[in-house]
């Protein structure tokens, strides 16, 4: 006569076959998948900000300088000016051409109201937004300074500090 455990021994050895078998027709897929979502990185991108005042006090010329991995298309920046209170007072925008990485950007002049200093607009808070189809990608917070040239050791001094 068979014994009983025999028969349940082959029957979970043959199991276990199956399962390692359809395990290792599974894996490679799973691994390679994996694989691809762990190489795929987040972009990196720089940006700087440059702000030119005219003579008079009563226009900003604003450029952006954007480096770093390609930009997805369609792409824009946007440049968002923000008063001590919070309270955004500036926002204009402008479409990336293709191949915009590593270049600068010029923004229209922004004209400063009347009664508005240009060292409060300039201690306000500027921010740099690189946006794909209505998402936002980055933003970068800026504070620019004015210069006052160079100092006795020939470095940048700055007005406010």
């Known amino acids: 006569m068979l014994d009983p455990l025999a028969d349940l021994d082959w029957q979970t050895a043959w199991a276990a076959l199956l399962i390692v078998t359809f395990v290792a027709r599974r894996a490679p897929d799973s691994i390679r998948g994996w694989r691809a979502r762990r190489r795929k990185a987040s972009p990196i991108w720089w940006a700087a900000l440059i702000v030119r005042v005219d003579d008079l006090g009563s226009l900003v010329y604003p450029a952006v300088q954007l480096r770093g991995d390609p930009v ?20 204009t925008s402008r479409p990336l051409p293709a191949g915009s990485e ?12 009347q009664g508005t200093q240009m060292q409060d607009v300039l201690a306000w808070r500027w921010d740099i937004v ?8 980055k933003r970068w917070h800026e504070y620019p300074r004015a210069l006052d040239g160079l100092n ?6 700055s007005s406010s500090v």
């Open 72 to 91: 997805p298309k369609p792409a824009a920046l946007s440049l968002e000016l923000f008063d001590h209170e919070g309270k955004r007072r500036i926002r």
């Open 102 to 113: 590593n270049a600068q950007f010029p923004f229209d002049a922004i004209a400063i109201s």
């Open 130 to 137: 690189l946006r794909s189809r209505r998402r936002e990608l």
């Open 152 to 157: 006795p050791e020939g470095e940048l001094a």
